[in-house]
């Protein structure tokens, strides 16, 4: 694809990922085939599109490019030549198997072929690695159009090419892909967000918190935070001395917290010190000081925000 010429993608599935797909790549001018047998989902579309773009506005997104939109009924009603298919269908094995099937048959040999499923491995849907070669995982965060993150997860037999050429088709849609190195199942959102909601199950379970609480714990404290640093930048701007002092500070009471669970951690100095040299390369130590003050003013403008919109005052 040159530069001049229009995307075309094709979504499969109108529901709430699809549709969110549909008005991020039509407000990027691309021509997009949204394909969904369900006629009361159809009927639907152009609303739940106003709705998506609406979002797109507010976040301060919007390219306004007026891509086109062309609704089927049948997957094989789509032009052959996409760029690339983003499967947003059913959270069922079988159904992406037999989608992924068709796919390769159909689509185009150019085509890139995603699904956006958010735990299955596309292993799973396609065991034969000659199978997976423009094959890969999609997962965007909900909703798509405004959280502008998409995990990239190849399958054993992915080719890198068509691994680069997905990171590039969504890099010029806005979002910021994250490409693992290798395939496991939930990827890597759904592996963290599980490791904090099975130690909330376990809260409960225990009768230590609410619910109510532990939501509260996470809205009013580790949420915004971690919304401006993940938790490696965290620990390092929470602790003077940086990754190292805060495994060696902290290390010891999260071990022995995973041990009453059943897990195994082991923060070893190989371990640390690598994630302490990524860290360097990203900022460096004589840095850290500022990141630490600018963090602070940006989480009191974050958390003004916040209120705001609680009190239905952001219009």
Not at 21 to 42: I, K, M, Q
Request: proline share 7%.
């Amino acid at each position: 694809m040159t530069a001049d010429d229009t995307l075309s993608v094709t979504i499969l599935g109108a529901g709430s990922i699809g549709l969110s797909f549909a008005a991020v790549l039509t407000d990027c001018g691309a021509d997009v085939t949204l394909a969904e047998p369900d006629p009361a989902r159809r009927d639907s579309v152009r609303a739940g599109l106003a709705v998506q773009a609406d979002a797109i506005r507010m976040a301060g997104l919007s390219r306004g490019q007026s891509g086109t939109l062309e609704v089927v009924a049948d997957a094989g009603d789509a032009p052959s030549g996409a760029a690339m298919v983003i499967e947003c269908g059913p959270e069922r094995l079988e159904a992406k198997q037999a989608i992924f099937a068709d796919l390769l048959a159909r689509a185009g040999p150019e085509t890139i072929l995603a699904t956006a499923s958010s735990a299955i491995p596309m292993s799973h849907i396609l065991p034969n690695p000659a199978d997976q070669a423009r094959c890969l995982v999609a997962h965007p965060v909900n909703p798509p159009a405004v959280l502008r993150l998409i995990e990239l997860a190849p399958a054993p037999g992915t080719r890198p090419e068509a691994l680069s050429q997905a990171a590039a088709l969504f890099r010029t849609l806005g979002f910021s892909p994250v490409t693992l190195r290798r395939e496991v199942e939930g990827f890597l959102l759904n592996r963290l967000q599980g490791a904090v909601l099975r130690e909330a199950y376990r809260l409960v379970a225990e009768d230590v918190a609410s619910s109510t609480d532990l939501d509260t714990v996470m809205r009013l404290g580790l949420g915004p935070r971690w919304a401006l640093s993940g938790p490696f930048e965290t620990a390092e701007l929470n602790t003077p001395g940086g990754i190292a002092a805060h495994a060696a500070r902290m290390g010891p009471a999260y071990r022995r917290m995973g041990e009453e669970r059943g897990e195994t951690v082991d923060w070893t100095p190989e371990l640390v010190a690598r994630v302490a040299a990524e860290r360097r390369e990203v900022l460096p130590a004589e840095a850290l000081p500022a990141r630490a003050a600018w963090r602070v003013g940006a989480v009191a403008r974050m958390v003004a925000a916040r209120d705001r919109i609680e009190r239905g005052e952001d219009d």
